[in-house]
DNA sequence: GGAACAGCCTGACGTCGGGTCAGGGTCAAG
DNA sequence: CTTGACCCTGACCCGACGTCAGGCTGTTCC
């Protein structure tokens, strides 16, 4: 069985045109061409498109989407398992926004008015969006994970007014301590961290000392929370993550 | 209280650059400049931008965001409204993706080939009935085309005959249970169901309670699947999908 | 008070994922 | 053998920013 572009467009929804621009791009390319020079397709690439547009509703770039199927140690099997669990997260994203909206809603009928910042934490970013998005990559199948999901759940906003005030408290500690000149090995330093290990611990998940140095490479290899630390002071995420590991070693 | 555009951008979780741009478009105008031309964010501005925000992240294309906001007619509660009702659109939409990759990841494990056009199904939705009569002329006798397109798995020869081995085991089983007279929601029918669940979970991928309760009810309601059951004994797709709803009735 | 440095400004060009003609070949039906 | 639907390859266009470049501002620290 094979299909013309315009067949396969309407079969997925799509234009001519984008197909042409898959062919261009190398992402999905008919496996033949008629002697006219028709583009043909067949199952096989029937099933890379739909591949592609699952990816691609999730966001992910073209070209990233290309190296992803192009992976030969992804089976189709493991593609499924991700876009289920990625489609999953958008889920509850979703879900988040829903009820943040009808809380807003329901604030508004009662003459409640909510500040704007309080309304930016709720829908706004980062927080719920990447963070979680990131963190549950990393952490998808742990039981950290499943642990700090159950119990932030439960939290109020006064309690995520408290969560947010004691991290940026110890972010600032942080700073303070490195910029007093103790280097990050010092014992005030990993005194801190060790603040920081008891603050996850205290209202996210289990973090044992092992955990936690894990994190603290992760701060600074990955550029995301690398760039929360040097938000607040530059060095900082190589500070944190070396001061982290120090205190972990000093407690194994 | 006013802000930068870099402490804006950082609130909002956005880069500057894009501040720029909705400044020069006129969608988030800085309601004042400094004397040196900085531009100065007040409460109000915020406001605007989360409105922004949120429409951009439901795919509105700014133009049309900027004469959302500026609509006269339209209080803030109705955006509420809208925007309720659009991140309902997306939940159900994102709903029936994770149903369609969990299907395909069924059929995947049961061998079975779905149609391209059921997989296409989410994407073109709205024109589907217009173009199903087209797609039953062309896939009207399909089984050719599902058997030569079976899946390749990484699994060797030996994982394959332990694995039907145990998926056959667990079919008659049920067919066991069912004849014995037990009903489907008795336990000895959902603890069967239970070690389906975990077969599929040891083999192909995690299924909790939930999305096995899903698959229960497309036993009966895709043909295909139930005919794999009603080859084994006539009523036991239907035997089946109660026992693992049941089954997962009792999980949750 | 002046140097350093983060942060702000305005162009201006680049990128990604296509949309939209233009100019021309293909093919089944009538 | 014409008509109309469909296909081809350029080529340019667009939205929503990213990314310099070149230059001003303002705070901080000596």
């Known amino acids: 069985m094979s299909w013309t572009v315009g067949e396969l467009a309407r079969l997925a929804g799509i234009t001519v045109r984008t197909l042409h621009h898959y062919d261009r791009i190398g992402l999905v390319r008919p496996s033949a061409r008629t002697s006219a020079g028709y583009r043909s397709y067949d199952g096989r690439d029937l099933d890379r498109l739909q591949q592609v547009l699952v990816y691609r509703e999730l966001g992910f770039p073209l070209e990233e989407?290309?190296?992803?199927?192009?992976?030969?140690?992804?089976?189709?099997?493991?593609?499924?398992?991700?876009?289920?669990?990625?489609?999953?997260?958008?889920?509850?994203?979703?879900?988040?926004?829903?009820?943040?909206?009808?809380?807003?809603?329901?604030?508004?009928t009662m003459g409640i008015s909510l500040t704007p910042e309080e309304r930016f934490e709720l829908f706004g970013n980062g927080f719920s969006d990447e963070y979680q998005?990131?963190?549950?990559?990393?952490?998808?199948?742990?039981?950290?994970?499943?642990?700090?999901?159950?119990?932030?759940?439960?939290?109020?906003?006064?309690?995520?007014?408290?969560?947010?005030?004691?991290?940026?408290?110890?972010?600032?500690?942080?700073?303070?301590?490195?910029?007093?000149g103790a280097t990050a090995d010092s014992a005030a330093a990993m005194d801190v961290a060790e603040e920081?290990?008891?603050?996850?611990?205290?209202?996210?998940?289990?973090?044992?000392?092992?955990?936690?140095?894990?994190?603290?490479?992760?701060?600074?290899?990955?550029?995301?929370?690398?760039?929360?630390?040097?938000?607040v002071a530059p060095g900082l995420a190589q500070y944190v993550s070396t001061a982290v590991q120090a205190n972990a070693g000093r407690q194994g």
């Open 196 to 231: 920081h290990r008891q603050h996850i611990s205290r209202w996210f998940y289990d973090c044992p000392p092992e955990m936690h140095a894990g994190l603290g490479r992760m701060y600074v290899e990955d550029e995301r929370f690398a760039a929360t630390y040097e938000q």
């Open 133 to 180: 998005a990131e963190a549950e990559e990393r952490w998808g199948d742990t039981d950290a994970w499943a642990q700090s999901q159950r119990r932030t759940s439960a939290y109020t906003k006064e309690d995520w007014v408290r969560v947010k005030t004691e991290a940026h408290d110890v972010q600032h500690r942080f700073a303070e301590v490195m910029r007093s």
């Open 65 to 108: 989407v290309g190296t992803l199927l192009d992976d030969p140690d992804a089976d189709p099997a493991a593609h499924l398992r991700r876009q289920h669990r990625l489609l999953r997260d958008r889920l509850e994203r979703t879900q988040a926004m829903v009820a943040a909206v009808e809380k807003e809603m329901e604030a508004r």
